[in-house]
């Protein structure tokens, strides 16, 4: 006879299978929009293995805690960061943005961000929790922040500069070497939001791409926040911030006399240690190698979308640095509601008049091929086309 317990919980799964089913997921390749993807099977793996652990208390679990230090290190490498330097785990790039702003706060007891007007809107959440300011500079034509307007900005008043490598939108790289050159001079702290490129450009490089320089071989780069949940193939929620001087995490750091160790910096208390056992276990067997031919099939499959958009007669917002692309169109949120009707999920970027496709590891050729077709009877229902 089955038992009481089993029925129950038999009942609790079949509600959540029938929930889940509602939801979009990774690999129907129908998610176009996002920035995430369908973890490595051996992040899944790694993940449950480490359910139970708690880097908030970091002597509980000395052997996770190894880990998180390997991993931090695997990251400070890929950054080129110097031996001054100290990681911080973070959930993902708005914890990343908002330590960094907290570190250059407390550094300089200013209040001025100073930050393209392609930044992520994770500063509208910083400029409100931490009672900052934030100075928005225009971009170039090719969406990048124009350095001769940030120079005219920058103030006694300004705490930090930011500069994107990898915008959300296009997947663009502000010119972070002379950013970097512009803070040195003026001794402003200056930090790279990297959450989507970070664990992008360094192969692009790899795979000889002209990309710009982005990383601690940069003077003036003080922090770098880079995402593993976005294109370093890991799970959900996990991202890296690089301070270039270890002694700045002290200013982001509580005494914290109920748990193992003396202090603790940043935001979290209890966090669990799954995410990074995950992305520890993935970087391990993917290598520089394997993300390298990662990032090499994302382009490729960039490319063939690109042409693929322009044989509809559709434009693109520009040629794509990354593996992000915006299509130009008159009525974006239209177009995104018909193709979400036909079951993909593309997002819209109002402010560029375009849709943006995120060309994830996961999106194949084929997938494109089935794409098109929907794309091209959504931009004719509402007259793009
Ligand atoms: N910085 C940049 C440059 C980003 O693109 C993002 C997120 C963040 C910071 C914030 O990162 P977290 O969301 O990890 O805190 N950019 C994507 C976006 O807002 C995130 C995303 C991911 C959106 C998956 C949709 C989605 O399905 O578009």
Redesign the pocket.
Known sequence: MVSTDTIKRQKIFQELRRLQQRDFCFSSGH?L????TVPHPLAREAYVQFLETNLGDPELCPGTKEIESRYIAFISNLLHAPKTSAGQIV???????ITAMWIAKQLSGKKEIVLPKSA???FQKIASLMDMKLVEIPVTNEYTMDVQLLKKKIRRTTAVVVG?A???ELGTIDPISELSDVCAEEHIFFHV?A??GGFVIPFLKELAYKVPDFDFRLRGVCSISI?S??MGYAAI?L?TLVVRKKQWLGSISVDSPYISSEKQAGMLGTRSGAPVAAAYAVAQYLGYEGYTQMVASCMDVTRYTEKRIEELGLRLVMKPTMNVLGVKLKKPGLVVKKLSENGWRV?KVERLSCIRLVLMPQITKQIIDEFIPVLQKACQEVGEL
């Open positions: 998610i929009g996002s920035m995430c959930s993902g790039g708005t914890e990343g943005n992520h809107f994770s994107l990898g915008s959300t939001d959450a989507f995402d949940h976005k929620p991202g997002n």
